[in-house]
């Protein structure tokens, strides 16, 4: 009996036992499922930037400071943006992104895998005249502010509008910030385009044929407010401090070499040097040299400039395609294109002396042109009228006077 009564204390010690354990697990399994719950469930957050987010965003990275928030792939909020802040601790909370540089229109906002705010420059088209257009961007919502001479900028600066096309020179230093809503202030970024140069170009308009083994001489520029500097001696006026500035026209001798450059005043862009030798003799035939002033263009447009070493009336006609011919008289500097032909010749004004004609295209440069004299011999034949109206349209065709 006494043994059978051991054995009832002992399975009840183990009944109890069991009982307890089993309590302990249940509770542990209420927490676990309570604390699920409460990490599943997103806490809405007010945002100033509220850009849209793709649906193939990472997983964001979090310490475990940030645990309370994170992000799911499949789960799309747009109120989510660039920086979260978390309530408890006022910490900007950095998300990742994968469509970088994204740029959305409505809010001038460059999407940028750097999550500081930053600011982006863009070209928005090619450098033409040593000058090119640019807009800016940034990664948040806030206020840009830039400066055009490289200094710092701050609130002070200008303000760049959402939009507003920049126009610059290449030699242009731009600084820009981004100033957010919140006060956070960007890092300067700097930005200062290809330096692509485009100088003026000036050249020698004579005055008078080469008289007594001299002739006068005067220059004229692409550009206005140029300074142009020579010599005479075969030295090149860069490196010659006695080079002598052009004020006005002056003589230059047969044996003479002209050796001259232009400089811009404003931004200080100067041209190469060129050469130019006086006719050989009074009365020589012009001859005529073109200049390419600028490159040729993305829209395949470039300006050219021609020169004449005799006091000359310049002509030009320029053909584009078989019926559109212009024939103008050059004054000043021409804009071609690239599908433009263009047959350059002239007059010398005192003894009428016609200039060796050349022709001219972008891409294919210069190349003279023979002057033919044509004879048109019809044999003789009795003509009918149809024979009559056919001979009338080619000589229309022709134009040939007195049909």
């Not at 003279?368 to 349209?393: F, M, R």
């Amino acid at each position: 009996m006494k043994k059978i009564f051991q054995i009832t204390i002992i399975l009840l010690l183990l009944l109890c036992t069991i009982s307890a354990v089993s309590a302990d697990n249940l509770e542990n399994s209420s927490n676990m499922n309570k604390s699920n719950s409460d990490i599943s469930s997103y806490e809405k957050i007010n945002l100033e930037d509220t850009e849209d987010l793709n649906s193939n965003m990472p997983i964001r990275e979090i310490s475990n400071k940030d645990s309370k928030y994170f992000h799911d792939e499949n789960f799309k909020d747009n109120s989510f943006s660039n920086y979260e802040k978390d309530n408890n601790t006022s910490k900007n909370i950095k998300i990742n992104k994968t469509n970088n540089n994204k740029t959305n229109s409505n809010s001038n906002i460059t999407r940028n895998s750097n999550n500081a705010p930053n600011v982006v420059v863009h070209e928005v088209s090619e450098i033409r005249n040593n000058t090119l257009n640019i807009t800016m961007s940034s990664n948040v919502e806030g206020t840009i502010y830039y400066t055009r001479n490289g200094s710092t900028p701050t609130k002070n600066s200008r303000v760049y509008t959402n939009g507003q096309v920049l126009k610059i020179y290449v030699k242009t230093q731009i600084k820009a910030i981004v100033i957010t809503k919140t006060g956070i202030t960007s890092t300067p970024i700097k930005y200062q385009s290809a330096q692509i140069i485009t100088p003026p170009v000036s050249v020698v308009v004579p005055t008078t044929d080469l008289v007594n083994n001299r002739q006068n001489i005067t220059f004229k520029s692409n550009w206005n407010n140029v300074t142009i500097y020579y010599t005479t001696d075969r030295s090149n006026p860069k490196k010659n401090n006695n080079r002598i500035k052009y004020t006005k026209p002056f003589y230059i001798t047969r044996d003479n070499t002209l050796n001259y450059y232009t400089i811009d005043n404003l931004e200080g862009y100067t041209s190469t040097v060129y050469t130019y030798k006086t006719p050989r003799y009074t009365g020589q035939r012009p001859v005529l040299t073109v200049y390419n002033t600028t490159k040729l263009y993305s829209n395949n447009h470039q300006q050219i400039m021609i020169q004449s070493n005799q006091p000359t009336i310049i002509e030009y006609y320029s053909y584009k395609g078989k019926n559109n011919a212009v024939h103008r008289k050059y004054i000043s500097e021409i804009d071609t294109t690239n599908d433009t032909q263009l047959i350059i010749t002239g007059k010398h004004k005192i003894t009428r002396e016609m200039a060796s004609s050349i022709e001219y295209t972008p891409t294919k440069g210069t190349r003279p042109i023979t002057n033919y004299t044509y004879t048109i011999s019809i044999p003789y034949q009795k003509i009918n009228k149809v024979a009559s109206d056919q001979l009338k349209s080619y000589l229309r065709y022709m134009k040939v006077p007195g049909e």
